[in-house]
C-alpha cells in the first residue's frame, strides 16, 4: 500500500498570499491516478485537481497543481477567505487508493 | 447533472451491521466505479473499497478485508455498502463518490451518512 504524507499539517496564511501544500508518496505513483481534494466543515471533499495537475471543472486558476514520481504539489496562488479549509492528496495503485493525513490551511 | 443521494443517518450497537445506500440520481453508473469513504469525528478520509457496477466486481482496502461488502443494483443505479461487527471506532460519516476510471478520481459525492456505533 503506498502511503501519501502531507505537509505541513497545518498552514497559516493571510489573504492574499500563496499557498504551496506538499504530498510525498512511499513509492512513486503514476501522475495519471494523483488527485487533491478540498474540504470543509460540515462538507463533502471537492475535487480540486486529478492527473498531478488537471483542474476539475470549475476550479478557479489560482489552482494548480504539480510534480511526478512520489512529490506532488498544490499551490493556490493568490489566497482567497473561502479557500481555508482542509485538503488531501489521494492516489491509485494496484487496484488499492490511499488518502494523504490532510493539511488544515487556516487563517493567520 | 448526477448526484449521489445517500441513505439516512443510523444508529448501531456494536456487534452488529449498517447497510448504507447511494442511488444515482440524473444519471447512471454506466463508465464509472462507485467509492465509499469514511471520515470519524475530527479526522481524516479514508477509502473502504470501490465497485465496477457494470460488472459487479468490488475490492476492498486491506483495513476492511471481510467486514464490509460493496454491491450494486444497475437496475436501481443504486450501490451499497455493508459493515460487520460494528465497534464503536466504527462512528463516522460515510461517504460513497463516483471514481473516474481513466484518473481515479471522485469527482461526485454523495451526501455523507452519519453511523453512530454506541450500546
Known amino acids: 500500500e503506498i502511503v501519501l504524507t502531507q505537509s505541513p499539517g497545518t498552514l497559516s496564511l493571510s489573504p492574499g498570499e500563496r499557498a504551496t501544500l506538499s504530498c510525498r508518496a512511499s513509492q512513486n505513483v503514476s501522475s495519471s491516478y494523483l488527485a487533491w481534494y478540498q474540504q470543509k466543515p460540515g462538507q463533502a471533499p471537492r475535487l480540486l485537481i486529478y492527473g498531478a495537475s488537471s483542474r476539475a471543472t470549475g476550479i478557479p486558476d489560482r489552482f494548480s497543481g504539480s510534480g511526478s514520481g512520489t512529490d506532488f504539489t498544490l499551490t493556490i496562488s493568490r489566497l482567497e477567505p473561502e479557500d481555508f479549509a482542509v485538503y488531501y492528496c489521494q492516489q491509485y495503485g494496484s487496484s488499492l487508493i490511499t488518502f494523504g493525513q490532510g493539511t488544515r490551511l487556516e487563517i493567520k | 447533472q448526477v448526484q449521489l443521494v445517500q441513505s439516512g443517518a443510523e444508529v448501531k450497537k456494536p456487534g452488529s451491521s449498517v447497510k448504507v445506500s447511494c442511488k444515482a440520481s440524473?444519471?447512471?453508473?454506466?463508465?464509472?466505479?462507485i467509492s465509499w469513504v469514511r471520515q470519524a469525528p475530527g479526522q481524516g478520509l479514508e477509502w473502504m473499497g470501490r465497485i465496477i457496477p457494470i460488472i459487479g466486481i468490488a475490492n476492498y482496502a486491506q483495513k476492511f478485508q471481510g467486514r464490509v461488502t460493496i454491491t450494486a443494483d444497475k437496475s436501481t443505479s443504486t450501490a451499497y455498502m455493508e459493515l460487520s461487527s460494528l465497534r464503536s471506532e466504527d462512528t463516522a460519516v460515510y461517504y460513497c463518490?463516483?471514481?473516474?476510471?481513466?484518473?481515479?478520481?471522485?469527482?461526485?459525492w454523495g451526501q455523507g451518512t452519519t453511523v453512530t456505533v454506541s450500546s
Open positions: 463518490a463516483r471514481t473516474v476510471v481513466v484518473v481515479a478520481s471522485m469527482d461526485v
Open positions: 440524473g444519471g447512471t453508473f454506466s463508465s464509472y466505479t
